[in-house]
C-alpha cells in the first residue's frame, strides 16, 4: 500500500479534513467562557456523550494496536477486550451521573460558595479543598497525556507513510498540525463532535473490513482451521503464545498473569480525564443509564471487529505479514478497490484523531485552569484563559510529536498513559464520589502511590504483569494509610459531601479549618 497516492484516496483524505477543520470553526463561535472551551458548556445528549467517549478511548491501538496483538499471540487477548468492556460499563454506573452532577455544584472552599469544576483536577481541588492536591493532579495528567499523544502521532506518521509515501516524521507532523488546528478553534465541543463523526467512519469502515477480511479467507470455518494449522494454542484464551521469525510459539499452557493483566485494564476507565470529561459535559446525569448500555455495545462491536481481524490476517498472510500493527492496513489495500480504501484509511486517522483531540483540549485546559488560574492570575478574564488553552494547545502539541518521534509501539505507549491514569486517579475519584470520609491527605497518597508505582513497576517487572495491577492496588492501599493516619477530614468537607450527595445547593459559608486544608 505504501505510496498509494491514487486520486480517490487523495480525497478521501482531504475531504475528511477538511469537515473536522469546518466542525472547528464551527465550535470556535460558540467557545464564549472557559466551561465552554473545557466541556462544552454541559451541553451534550446521551448520544454524543457515549459515542464520542467510545471514540476517544478507541482510538489508534483498535485499528493498529489490538488486531496485531491478536496476530501476535492470539486468543489471550479476550481477556483484554472483557476487561475493556466491563471498565467502559462501570464507568458510566458508578461514575458519570455523580461526577456530572458533584462537578457542577462543587464546594468553593477558598470563598465559601458552590462552584463549577471544569476539570478534573479542579473538580480534585474543590471536593477535597486542597491546592497542593490540584497542582500534583495536573501535573500527572501532563505527564501521562504526553505519552499518550505520542502514541497518537506515532499512528497518524505510520498511516501516511502507507498511504503516501511519506517519511514517518512528516506524516507525524502533518497530522500533529491538523490536529492542533481544529483542537485548539473549537476545544471540547469540537472534540466532542468530530468524534461522533469519527466514531461512525470507525465502526463503519471496522465492520466491512472485518466481513471483507473474512469472505476473503473462506468463512469463519476457513479461519479457525488455518489458525489450528499455525499452532493450536493461538485459539486459547489461556495459552501464553509468541510469533517469532514467522512461526508460532507456545510459551505456556496457562498464564494467570496474562488473563489478569487483559482484565486489569478495566481500572483504567476510571482515571482517564477525556473520558471523565465527556461525563462532566453531559447536559444532564440522566444520561448515563442508556449510555452505559450504549458504551457496551460499541465497546464488544468494535473490539471484536478488531480480534476478528488479527486472526484473519493469520488465515490470509500465515507469518509473513509485514510489522502485525499493518494487519488492518494491509487487509484493506488487499481486498478492496482503490476508490473506497480512501474512505476506510480515512477511518483510522479518525480513530487517532478522536483521542488525540480529546487528550489536547484536556491537556490545554489544564495548564491553563489548574496551573495559570489557580497560581498565577486568579482574575484571569474567561476570555483570556479560552486564548491561553488555545496557546496550551500547540506547547502539547510540540512536545507529544517529540514524543512520537522516540518510536516504540502504539499499544505499549497507550498501556502504560492507560495504567499510569486508572492507579493514580482511580481509587481517589472512587472516593471522592463514595466516601465521605477520605481527606486531601489520603487522596494526595493515593495519587502518589499509584502513580509512582506504575513508573517503577514497568522498570523492573519480571513477570509480564501490566503495571496498572501493582499501581491500582498500591494506590488504594495508600489512599487508606492516608486517610487513617492523616488528618481528619474537616466539618465544612464533610457538609459539602453531604449537600452533594442529597443533591441540594452548596452554600456553606464557614472557612474550612487547617486540618482541612494543605496550602
Known amino acids: 500500500m505504501s505510496g498509494n497516492t491514487e486520486a480517490p484516496t487523495v480525497l478521501a483524505f482531504t475531504l475528511y479534513f477538511v469537515v473536522v477543520l469546518i466542525i472547528g470553526v464551527w465550535a470556535y463561535r460558540k467557545n464564549s467562557e472557559m466551561s465552554d472551551f473545557a466541556i462544552g458548556g454541559r451541553r451534550l445528549g446521551t448520544f454524543v456523550t457515549a459515542v464520542s467517549a467510545k471514540a476517544s478511548d478507541s482510538s489508534q491501538w483498535v485499528f493498529l494496536g489490538l488486531p496485531g496483538a491478536f496476530y501476535v499471540s492470539g486468543m489471550s487477548n479476550i481477556w483484554m477486550i472483557l476487561g475493556l468492556t466491563l471498565g467502559f460499563y462501570l464507568s458510566w454506573r458508578l461514575l458519570a451521573a455523580r461526577l456530572r452532577d458533584y462537578s457542577a455544584r462543587c464546594y468553593d472552599w477558598r470563598r465559601g460558595q458552590g462552584t463549577e469544576s471544569v476539570t478534573v483536577p479542579g ?15 495536573a501535573l500527572i495528567v501532563i505527564i501521562f497525556y504526553v505519552i499518550y499523544l505520542g502514541s497518537a502521532f506515532l499512528a497518524t506518521g505510520m498511516i501516511f507513510n502507507q498511504v503516501f509515501g511519506v517519511s514517518t516524521t512528516v506524516g507525524v507532523i502533518v497530522g500533529a498540525l ?80 496474562a488473563a489478569v493483566s487483559g482484565l486489569a485494564w ?20 440522566k444520561s448515563a443509564k442508556n449510555g452505559a448500555r450504549l458504551g457496551v455495545f460499541l465497546s464488544l462491536t468494535l473490539l471484536g471487529f478488531a480480534a476478528i481481524i488479527g486472526f484473519s490476517a493469520i488465515a490470509i498472510f500465515g507469518g509473513d505479514l509485514d510489522g502485525p500493527e499493518n494487519a488492518y492496513m494491509e487487509l484493506v489495500s488487499g ?29 490545554s485546559t489544564t495548564l491553563t485552569e489548574d496551573f495559570y488560574r489557580a497560581f498565577i492570575n486568579k482574575e484571569a478574564s474567561d476570555r483570556s484563559l479560552v486564548w491561553l488553552s488555545r496557546a496550551a494547545v500547540g506547547l502539547s502539541t510540540v512536545i507529544g510529536v517529540a514524543i512520537a518521534l522516540q518510536g516504540g509501539t502504539i499499544l505499549d505507549l497507550v498501556g502504560y498513559a492507560w495504567a499510569g491514569f486508572g492507579a493514580a486517579f482511580g481509587p481517589v475519584l472512587l472516593a471522592a464520589l463514595y466516601s465521605r470520609r477520605t481527606t486531601w491527605f489520603g487522596a494526595l497518597c493515593g495519587m502518589v502511590g499509584g502513580g509512582l508505582t506504575v513508573v517503577v513497576y514497568r522498570q523492573i517487572d519480571t513477570i509480564g504483569l501490566y503495571e496498572l495491577v501493582p499501581g491500582f492496588l498500591v494506590g488504594v492501599l495508600a489512599l487508606w494509610l492516608g486517610n487513617t493516619l492523616g488528618p481528619r477530614p474537616g466539618d465544612a468537607m464533610q457538609r459539602s459531601f453531604d449537600q452533594l450527595s442529597q443533591n441540594s445547593p452548596v452554600t456553606i459559608g464557614s472557612s474550612p479549618s487547617a486540618t482541612t486544608t494543605s496550602s
Open 266 to 285: 478495566a481500572f483504567g476507565y476510571f482515571g482517564l480525564p477525556h473520558i471523565l470529561a465527556r461525563f462532566m459535559g453531559m447536559r444532564s446525569s
Open 178 to 257: 491538523v490536529v492542533m488546528v481544529y483542537s485548539s478553534l473549537g476545544g471540547f465541543l469540537a472534540s466532542s463532535y468530530t468524534d461522533v463523526l469519527q466514531g461512525c467512519l470507525m465502526f463503519g469502515s471496522l465492520a466491512i473490513i472485518s466481513v471483507a477480511a473474512v469472505v476473503h479467507a473462506g468463512g469463519p470455518g476457513a479461519i479457525v482451521e488455518a489458525v489450528q494449522a499455525e499452532n493450536p494454542s493461538i485459539g486459547s484464551a489461556f495459552a501464553e503464545v509468541s510469533l517469532v521469525d514467522g512461526e508460532w510459539l507456545t510459551e505456556s499452557s496457562f498464564t494467570v498473569v
Open 335 to 363: 481486498l478492496l478497490p482503490t476508490w473506497i480504501a480512501g474512505v476506510f484509511l480515512a477511518g483510522v486517522v479518525a480513530a487517532v484523531m478522536s483521542t488525540a483531540d480529546s487528550q489536547l483540549v484536556v491537556a
Open 123 to 137: 473538580f480534585f481541588a474543590n471536593r477535597f479543598h486542597s491546592e497542593l492536591l490540584r497542582s500534583v493532579s
